[in-house]
Structures are given as structure tokens and as C-alpha cells.
């Protein structure tokens, strides 16, 4: 019997000995190795954290100790060791476990995450509500190197210092995002890590940090004094964290024994680990950044590159925007660290000097791409719909109220699938069109998709295009549409009382229900400004108007045509189709847009159901 087959739960762990223990952490490895093979899902991170993941429910008694695991995407093996074992094979699938924590999966997943850097501060109040009730139980954030470049990290480290509370700040640092990390932290920490320093602490490691006698005034200034030596006092002490490391976050001994002295001392800590993203599974080691989050994919060779991939929309934005490119010198390129899932991979590489990744930092990357454009450049934020959720007041207070001219690509717009409610993309549409002075686009097709960025990238002023996950429709960007004209929409077909006003790639699915029940169909292409022109004409000729959006329905684009209708005194039944007033599961995203009711017989059903009372 292996040893993982006697452990369900975190107090199946702690009769192991350490030998065992190491055993496990092999098990373990290849079991999540074997099991993302076959769900798909985020794999280097989940390697990178085996043996933390093992020593924190070694060491600490969960969930009275309480872990966050920044962005979540890293928590496979602690959900093995929590009682979901079984379960890894229905990962991310429809009423599966999902691939993030979960308040309601598990009482071992004390904070949902999904979007990073928000562990410092949740684990902050738990810590400070441990205090009020004069509990010696810990609460602990687990944080990437990543992670740790967003302002709101700085912001929990920032109040954290200044308490006295039970806190510990683990840093993964495996020197890498989603893609290679950047900025001045990450040259800090690679330098904290670097050559013959680590190199030394590596060796000292042992004695330093697990030998280290557990009274916090020794243990204070025996680690000031031997780091005084090596390393001239890190940041994080200069935050009020009493700062240990760097050590092997893959040397389970040391883990433990660390983790062991920590858990004796009072205050804010901060532990630095070092660890490899992929650890242990070649082929992810090799291409951390292809293994971040995979399909399935066959162990022995690893992921196949498919260059014949169909184009996606991410796909038609990258085209674009190398086109754009040749022709104007001005354009230049923002991502907050999502430059291979945003399609911007080439363009760095051809026109690095116009290519910013910034980290993830929403907020700055927006006020960032404001001072360009107030300089004379020509930016395009690359962002996903879910992260421009983070820069909201950017947007608002930085960028429309001055007016500042920019263009957004906002990609995963709309229902993501496996990653579920976190990342989905589901409010632009409502928090966007209420803005003044912005124009939103909404493609539903690659040309119109093409066409509306190069229409929106020279309209002087802000413009958005919304674009959805996954293949595009009519992959031929060639294929001659109707040119984009502004505020305009384009009528796809005549139809009798009934009418369709879709928003986006949904048109696709309306095509089809249209034809079933003979209704006209507008492709409303415009989500501000709406077309008011398109909407009369509808309405004096139909008795029933239907809008259809991959959005939520409160504040979208249908509300856009009743406010439209109201404002020109007309009226005419209608009815508004779009993502209901809830959070949605993860699944693939053709079951999830069905539960959504965005499947065409649901679509069609309401439609037919609401006309009989017409
Ligand atoms: C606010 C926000 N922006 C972007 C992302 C997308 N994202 C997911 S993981 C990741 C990289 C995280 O790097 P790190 O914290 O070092 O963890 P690692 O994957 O290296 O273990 C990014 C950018 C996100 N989850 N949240």
C-alpha cells in the first residue's frame, strides 16, 4: 500500500516519519501529474508546492490554523491531503471540485481566491480576529512571487507590520508568473536568491532557520545577526515582518523544521522560499510557462504543439495588433502579466520597446497606458474582462473623465468555463456603458473583430472591443462585412413580428433561432453608443423586441434599448435574454452558457413562450 492511500485527511499525516513523509511528497507529485493529465488544469504551480503544501499540514493544525493560498490556482495537493482525493478526477468539470478554494468545498478552504494577491489581507483579519479571541492558532497566507508585485499585496504587508498579529507571509518564489516575472521586486528577490548568497544560506539554512532557538528575542537577533552578514536587511523587516530565509522549498527537512520554529513565535513573520515551478515532471520544469495551465495532455510526451490550431479571438487581436503595429510607430502595449493569454507573446518579441508588461498590477497598468497617451503615444491595454474589474476607478477617474484616448482589447468577455465564477467575464458590458465618454464594441466574428480594433485604435477617444474566449466565428478576417460605422448596427435578416437585437458573438447562436422562428435579427455591434436609429425602425415595424448578450441582463446592452426606447417615447413588448443575477460554476463553457440559458433552444423556448402572450 502507497502511502497516499492512507491519507484522507491532514491528521492521517502526522504519525508519519520523515522518510514517509518523503515518500509521499513523490506520491503525491505523481499522482497530481497523472490526474491534470487527464483533467487538465494549472499543473507547474501545483508541482512547485508539493513539499510546502505537505510541511504546512505537517506542522500546523488545519483548519483551526487557517491557510490562503493566493490565486488558488496552486492548491491540488492540498486538496488531496483535505479529503478531496477522490475527487481530483472531476477537477474543474461541471459539479466537479473546482480548480480554486472554495469557502463552500471544503472547511480546510478558509478563503475563495482566484484573482492574486488578496491573501496578505484576508489572512491579516483572520489573524487579527485570532488575537481578539486569544487563540495561539495562526493564520497563514501562501504568496507567489507574482502575486506579490500587485499593489494590494504592498497594501496588506503595508498594515500587517504595524500589528502584532499572529501573521505569516509565505513567498513562493519560483522567479516566475504565468510568464517570466518582472519588475524591480523581482530583481530584488532574484538578487535575495541569487549566487553565492543563497548559494551559502542554502548550506546555513539548516542551521539558521530550523535550529534557530524558539524564544523570539534570540531568535530575532541570532537571524539579524547572521543575516546582517549576508544580506543588508531585507524589505520585508523594513514592512515589520520578521523575515526568514531564503530556503529550499523543496527540502522537505528544512520545511518542517522551519515551519516548526516559526509556529513558536509571536508577531507578523515572513518566510522566503525558493522553489521550481513544474518541480519534478521534466517536461513542465523545461516550459513552465506551456505547463501553466493545461488540457489534457499524454505524460510520456507531454503537451504536442498544434500550430494548426483554428484562429481564436485571442488569436485575431494578436494578428491585429501586429499589423496595426508595422503601419504606426505610436502603438504601443500594455498587459498586467498576461502577455501569452492575452496573444501578445509576438509582438513583444518584434517590438519589445513598445511592450510593456507591468505585473499584476491592473490599476497601474491603466493610468500607466493614460501618461503614455497624454505623451503622444497610441496605447492598447491588452486585459482580461474579469481583471479590468481591478481598475474600475482607473478607468473611471484616471482615463474617462479626462478623456484620455486608448484602446481596450478586452478578451474573455463573457462565460470562461473551467475556471469558473472568478475569471468569468460576465459585467463588462454593464459597468462599461455606464461610463461617459467610452465606446464599447461587441464582434461577432473575427473580421468584425479585426475590423472593430482597427476602428476603435484611430477613434480619438476610448474605445473598447469585448471579445469572448475560444474559436472565432467566419475565421476569415478578410471575408468582406459591412465596415464598421459608428454607433451603427448591421441587420442580418428580415423577419416578421418578432425581433432579435444580439450583442456579440451570441448572434451566432441567434442566427440559428431566428431562422427557426422566422424573426429579424440586428447584430447591434454597438453597445455604446446604441444604435437609437436601429431600435426605432425596429420597433415600428415588430410588436416584439428581444436582446440577447452573453452578459449579465442587469445593466447590459438590453437594458441600453430600453433606456433608448424610453428615451424615444416608444414602446413595444420586449424581452431582455442574458446571463441571470447569479455566480455560475465552473463546467465547459457550452454547459455552462446552457445552464446560463444561453443555449439556442433555451433562447428560442423564451422567445416563442413570451410571444404567445403578444
Ligand atoms: C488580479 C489578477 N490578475 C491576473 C491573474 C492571472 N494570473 C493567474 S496566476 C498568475 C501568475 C501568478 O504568479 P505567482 O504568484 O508567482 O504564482 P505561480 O503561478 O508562479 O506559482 C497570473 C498573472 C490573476 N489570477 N489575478
Redesign the pocket.
Known sequence: MSVLEKIDYPKDLKNLNRKELKSLASELRQFIIESVSKTGG?L??NL??VELTLALHYVYDAPKDKFIW??G??TYAHKILTGRKKEMHTLRKKGGISGFPRRIESIYDDFGT????TSISAALGMAESLKKKRSKNKAIAI??????T?GMAFEGLNHAGSTQNNLLVIL?D?D???SN?VGALNNYLAKLLSGKLYGGLKKSGKAVFAKVPPVLELARKTEEHVKGMVIPGTLFEEFGFNYLGPIDGHDLDVLIDTLGNIKKLEGPQFLHIATK?GYGYKPAQNDPNKF?GVSKFDTKNGIANNLAEPRTYTKVFSDWILDEASKDHKLCAIT???SDGSGLNEFSKKYPKRFYDVG?A?QHALTFAAGLSLSGHKPVVAI?ST?LQ?AYDQLIHDIAIQNIPMLFAIDRAGIVGADGATHSGNFDISFIRCIPNLILMAPSNAADCYQMLSFGYNYNGICAVRYPRGISHNQDLNKTTEPIKFGRAKKIRNGNSIAILAFGTIVNTCIEVAEDINATLVDMRFVKPIDKKMIKEICLDHNFIVTVEENVVSGGGGSAVLEALSEMQLSCKTLAIGIPDKFFEHGSQKEVLKECGLDKNTIKNKIVKQHKGC
Do not use: C, L, W
Open positions: 494549472h507547474s504551480s512547485g508546492v493566493d490565486v490556482h496552486q482566484g484573482h492574486s494577491s504568496i507567489g512571487d507574482g502575486a506579490m500587485a513562493n519560483n516566475m508568473s504565468i516575472n515551478k501553466h498586467p502579466a498576461m499584476i491592473e482580461y481583471f481591478r
